[in-house]
């Protein structure tokens, strides 16, 4: 499986709150994924102070043999 990306942006019409990106990447995580939480500014907002950013939740299947290496 390749990476797979969430998104929300912020200001948008459709908000995801710190709790939910937790909430979910908790679950991801349950469920045997790796999860990566980013948070970048959206492009064409020209820099502004108060542009929209964009969060994104990714997530991918972890080799399991890898996962129980470093799990011990």
């Known amino acids: 499986m ?3 990306v969430i998104r929300s942006i ?6 995801w ?3 939910d990106r937790l909430q979910l990447s908790t679950l991801l995580i349950k ?3 790796a999860v990566r939480i980013n948070r970048q500014q959206v492009e064409g ?3 502004k102070k108060n542009g929209q950013m964009e969060y994104t939740v990714e997530f991918w ?3 399991d ?3 129980e290496d470093r799990m011990g």
């Open 2 to 4: 390749k990476r797979q």
């Open 61 to 63: 299947e972890v080799d």
């Open 45 to 47: 907002s020209g820099g």
């Open 10 to 15: 912020r200001k948008g019409s459709v908000q």
């Open 31 to 33: 469920c045997g994924y």
């Open 17 to 19: 709150s710190e709790e």
């Open 65 to 67: 043999a890898v996962h």
